[in-house]
């Protein structure tokens, strides 16, 4: 398989409401990540990727309590917050063969990093950027799908980096993320695929829509 068949008709909604970025899924899928909000592992139709410019840690419950008050969502809707530009957020959609990708992105670099940096423990980090990452589709029925669906968008994201000649903030090596970076992988297991490694179908759409992504967030950045 080359290039990959983009189509514009995709079961996912996307909805920037204020400064919230809502992600409606076709139906409930099972969602794995390291969310601020219901992270882990986790079953919900919903994600939403909210911008802050500034917030204490102890903020947390009451901004995503508000945001689901506001936007009238499930309390098991998965939250991520950041402080990147959320109406300049990029996506790609991908079928083929039955299988469908759609990944989602909001791309902010002012903390970008190098992995084993330095920690910032006893620092202030200001301008917080993050990489927020939604990668769904309508296989993996397992959650060690999931987990290899992470893997491989993280690769993705990385090399979308290192290919765009991004570098740390602190140690002007080759950045690999940034500081505060959080994917969220979601698969209905429609489609019962539970494989997406490098050497399969699933593995290069979710590879090739993560770098795509990345790259033109990076692009339009800041």
């Known amino acids: 398989m080359n290039d990959l068949p983009k189509k514009k ?7 920037l409401n204020d400064k919230s970025l809502i992600i409606n899924l076709p139906k409930i899928s099972s969602i794995l990540s390291w969310a601020p909000f219901n992270g882990g592992l986790t079953e919900s139709n919903c994600i939403f990727n909210h911008e802050c410019d500034h917030f204490e840690e102890n903020d947390l419950e009451t901004i995503f309590s508000s945001i689901i008050s506001r936007n009238n969502l ?5 939250g991520l917050i950041t402080g990147a530009n959320v109406s300049r957020y990029e996506e790609v959609y991908l079928e083929n063969g039955g299988l469908w990708v ?6 902010g670099l002012n903390n970008a990093r190098s992995v084993g940096d330095s920690a910032d423990v006893d620092q202030t980090i200001h301008k917080p950027g993050t990489i927020n990452l939604i990668v769904s589709c309508n296989a993996l029925p397992f959650v060690s799908g999931l987990v290899e669906a992470i893997h491989v968008a993280t690769m ?11 570098k740390s903030k602190k140690s002007k090596q080759p950045a690999t993320g940034t500081g505060t ?12 695929e539970n494989n997406c490694g490098m050497h399969t179908v699933l593995g290069e759409m979710i590879g090739k829509a993560v770098k795509e992504i990345i790259k033109k967030g990076i692009q339009k950045w800041p």
């Open 9 to 15: 008709t995709t079961p996912i909604k996307v909805v």
């Open 74 to 78: 499930s309390s098991n809707t998965v």
């Open 102 to 107: 759609h990944a989602i992105a909001t791309i």
């Open 156 to 166: 993705a994201k990385t090399s979308a980096m290192i290919e765009a000649g991004v």
């Open 181 to 192: 970076d959080c994917i969220v992988v979601t698969g209905s297991g429609e489609v019962q």
